[in-house]
């Protein structure tokens, strides 16, 4: 817990040549920040642009031996009072493929420092973020899609910073289980979650080589909605549609009305299917689907012209005949 007595002592650790912009490096080698990721929820996964939103804590924890903690005599881990956020070297950690994000800050700022017994820094802060996810929608409503959450820093290069997750065997915060935990049972509307995997690379830019960490998200979606939404309907039409092959052939009113009627029904399925799925330059497993049962619905007022016809000729020939 914060005290005032540990603000008092703050500034007595701090060197006087200490640079809070400069990573704490040791011998040359680049210091390692450990991220944990607790998931509170995901949900709001859209097609229409392409993103998803997350409500996550995110832990950093790293070392810093240039101050002289020492002197804290820590038996507790304890909180930092809030001008360490300032004094302090801290991860310029950042999220590539974000739109936009929020620090929530209702009664104050939900983010924190704290120093453990072993002399290891650990900052929580808690976000809400919509991310970027570039879908595949082929197989829609079909389909699996696999989302990345990216974690990466703004200045430090990978030659002075490395990010690794909290589940690696040189990890001081392995103890805490998965890299990346899911604190609630997360059950999206339209699709099913699986547990996010995470993994690290070093990416290669103009500027220099960069530490990343990236958190997999798979979203499998439900059928409920299409069958009943899409699916059914459309099959019930076109067997209404087939109803026509056991009306009189000459009952020309019900039978046009009836091919017509199913015609435009699926044509208002098709047009409402694809205002849920943003407006993509390919065919979808639904638009296949549709275009498929206003194959059989056309083929079915086709066949009834066929039918027409032909009666209308026997009977001008048996005329013939009888008048012969």
């Given at each position: ?9 703050w500034m007595n650790i701090i060197p006087t040549d200490y640079d809070n912009y400069a990573p ?29 939103r997350m409500f996550f804590f995110l832990n950093a924890y790293w070392t810093d031996p240039r ?82 959450f990216k974690i990466g820093l703004l200045k430090n290069t990978a030659e002075k910073v490395r ?162």
């Amino acid at each position: 817990m914060y005290n005032v007595e540990l603000d008092r002592s703050w500034m007595n650790i701090i060197p006087t040549d200490y640079d809070n912009y400069a990573p704490p490096l040791v011998d040359g080698k680049p210091v390692t920040i450990y991220i944990n990721l607790e998931i509170m929820d995901v949900d709001e996964i859209r097609e229409q642009t392409m993103d998803f939103r997350m409500f996550f804590f995110l832990n950093a924890y790293w070392t810093d031996p240039r101050l002289k903690l020492e002197v804290l005599n820590l038996t507790l881990s304890k909180i930092l009072p809030p001008s360490a956020d300032d004094t302090l070297w801290v991860p310029d950690l950042m999220f590539d493929n974000t739109k936009w994000g929020y620090l929530f800050q209702y009664s104050i700022p939900n983010t924190f420092i704290l120093i453990t017994k072993d002399l290891i820094f650990r900052k929580s802060t808690r976000y809400s973020f919509r991310v970027a996810c570039p879908m595949d929608l082929h197989r829609y409503p079909l389909d699996i899609q696999d989302c990345v959450f990216k974690i990466g820093l703004l200045k430090n290069t990978a030659e002075k910073v490395r990010l690794e997750w909290c589940d690696v065997d040189s990890s001081p915060c392995k103890y805490l289980g998965p890299s990346i935990a899911l604190m609630e049972d997360i059950q999206p509307l339209k699709h099913e979650m699986k547990v996010p995997k995470p993994r690290s690379k070093i990416e290669v830019w103009t500027t220099g080589n960069y530490s990343y960490l990236y958190a997999k998200f798979t979203f499998i979606r439900r059928l409920t909605g299409s069958i009943l939404n899409v699916y059914l309907p459309s099959t019930l039409v076109v067997t209404m549609s087939w109803l026509s092959f056991w009306l009189d052939v000459n009952a020309v009113p019900a039978r046009v009305t009836l091919g017509v009627t199913s015609l435009l029904t699926i044509i208002t399925q098709m047009l409402q299917s694809r205002s849920y799925t943003p407006p993509v330059d390919y065919v979808k497993a639904v638009d296949i689907w549709l275009l498929a049962c206003m194959f059989f619905v056309t083929a079915s007022l086709i066949e009834y012209a066929f039918a027409l016809q032909s009666v209308e000729f026997k009977e001008k020939v048996s005329l013939n005949v009888l008048v012969i």
